[in-house]
């Protein structure tokens, strides 16, 4: 067979498609997946910061916390277990106490610090459950708070969901800039659009004086964004107040006009898809 025939042939197969359904009588409007190329940016502190700002916008949220070995979500909304079931044998996800619907695998631990020791074709798994086997009824934003990096799980993510786009969190430092490029890139690949840049730790207020410090050194985001064709929709200072609320189960509490827009973008989406 000719090159030419073996090109045609191949190019007409189409990929197999991995869409999960979600469970019946789930109706999500918008799957925003909040991604970085690495660890210890605050990822999970952008998921519970983005929630909570639409959540207090008006609109219905949720989290699918999908960084199963390092599950933080819980800890920061204070909620400790999911046990009810439904008529349907699906599960019920927690609510906080401002009613955004959380699921995650330390929901459904013995104890919070328990290890997950898995690989990782399970782990894709429990997140593919996450979405098909909980109960998540009527949401307007659901976040997806992903591991780090690009493998198993974000994979799955992007194949298995609805991703209508990703935030990706980043901080000042230039290895950090390097290794989310991995993570924009991996969303290209995947066809799923970049919402725009967080920028955590972007600063600190002098308690005494009020002016920002720079601690990780002058910040390039916006540079690398403009070279990218992505927004920055919001930079987050490095404040040690934040961790007590986090600590405490009170992220809802927290409130910071660092996210306007954040919020202003996502309710174009909605925005856009009524139009349509």
């Known amino acids: 067979m000719a090159n030419e025939e073996l ?6 197969k189409q ?6 359904e979600p469970a019946k009588g789930t109706h999500v409007k918008k799957v925003i997946g909040i991604v970085s190329g690495k660890g210890g940016v605050g990822k999970s502190f ?28 819980p800890k920061m909304f204070n909620v400790e277990s999911v046990e009810q079931v439904n008529e349907s044998n699906l599960i019920i996800p927690a609510k906080s106490e401002t009613d955004i619907k959380i699921m995650s695998l330390n929901l459904l631990m ?26 998540w009824g009527d949401v307007d934003y659901m976040f997806v708070d992903m591991p780090p ?5 974000p994979l799955t993510v992007f194949q298995s969901l609805p991703v209508d786009g990703i935030i990706v969190v980043s901080t000042p430092q230039d290895l950090v800039a390097m290794i989310v490029e991995k993570a924009i890139n ?18 600190m207020k002098c308690p005494h ?18 070279s990218k064709g992505i ?46």
Do not use: H
């Open 7 to 12: 090109r045609k042939k191949f190019a007409a």
């Open 209 to 226: 004086c009020g002016e920002m410090l720079q601690i990780f050194g002058e910040s390039k985001i916006d540079s690398y964004a403009a």
């Open 149 to 153: 990096g690009t493998g198993d799980v």
């Open 231 to 276: 927004d920055v929709i919001g930079r987050l200072p490095l404040d040690s107040s934040f961790a007590s609320y986090a600590d405490k189960g009170e992220i809802e509490k927290l409130e910071l006009e660092d996210l306007d827009s954040l919020v202003y973008k996502l309710k174009s989406l909605i925005k856009e898809n009524d139009n349509q």
């Open 46 to 73: 952008v998921t519970a910061l983005s929630a909570c700002a639409m959540n207090r916008a008006g609109f219905k949220t949720a989290i699918l916390d999908a960084d199963i070995t390092g599950p933080s979500i």
């Open 15 to 20: 990929p197999p498609n991995f869409r999960v």
């Open 186 to 203: 991996m969303a290209d690949m995947m066809k799923i659009p970049v919402l725009g840049l967080v920028e955590n730790m972007s600063y």
């Open 110 to 135: 013995k104890s919070e610090t328990d290890p997950v020791i898995w690989r990782g074709p399970v782990i894709a798994g429990v997140v593919k459950q996450f979405w098909a086997e909980v109960m």
